[in-house]
């Protein structure tokens, strides 16, 4: 099968990334981006791709477009590339506001493909949740926490969308869409919200979603805690604790495991043009990505 023309736009940090994962899977056929200094840079890097400062240059030549700019033009150009009947790639969060993405989901067509960049499901544990299955279903409590210290990025946007969009997606893997939401939220060094604690009501457990851009020190793990036993995964670091016995001195015996860091980029992307070509399963579809912003939409109800 010859090889899917690609269409990027935003040639910014993180799409010269994909850029890259696109060059080498498929063809890069085209680089969008309104600043001149990316699209010199981005000709340099790739000759043999269209360099251009607007989509609708490219947008009938392509088979599938990689949105992958700031969150404000998601819904914009989103909605070209589906009007246009072309397939999607869009990072997360994949609109600003819900209104927007259930816009998006009216304009879609059930012959294109439309995946949602929630990178950390390919993390190879996610593929082996079966293991923990018993733990996993009779968890009471569940802490999801992603802090870092601020780094000057993403000012733009709060906490909310910048870091734990990444662990709604991961509960709503786990747990589905939650009952109700409450949460707490606080500027610290930005006019948005550097730190927000959430929980997401279930009925038969709470999970807890601790995110922060100012902290001194640095974590993504998942802890679950219930009746069949415990459980951590260290996202961070590649580790998997479990305990779900005593030994005969009544002491929790922990199990500790290890798993491979895996180009997620790449995997994503290849599952993408996997769905195009072989119509396989979307990896991360827009009801996904539609449920994350409804949790969104919940949280920041509940703070103001």
Known sequence: MSKLKIALVGYGHLGKWHAEKANTLEELYAIVDPLEDNRDQAASKFPN???????????????????????????????????????????????????????????????????VGHSERCHKIFENLESYKSIIDNAKVVNLIRVSSYKGRASDVSVIEDLMIHDIDLALLLYGVPNDVRAKAYKIYTDNYDYCLAELIYDERSVFIEASRSDVDEKREIKIHGTQGDLKFDLLNLEVLSSDSLDDKNVQQVKKETYERRDHLFIEQEKFYDSIKNKADVFVSLDDGINAMRVIDLIKKDIE
């Open 49 to 115: 791709a269209k360099v251009v400062s607007s989509l609708e240059e490219i947008l009938d030549e392509v088979d599938a477009v990689l949105v992958v700019t700031p969150t404000k033009y998601h819904y914009e150009i989103s909605s070209k590339v589906l009007k246009a009947k072309k397939h999607l790639f869009c990072e997360k969060p994949v609109t600003e506001t819900l209104d927007q993405a259930l816009e998006l989901k009216k304009l879609s067509a059930p012959e294109n493909v439309i995946q």
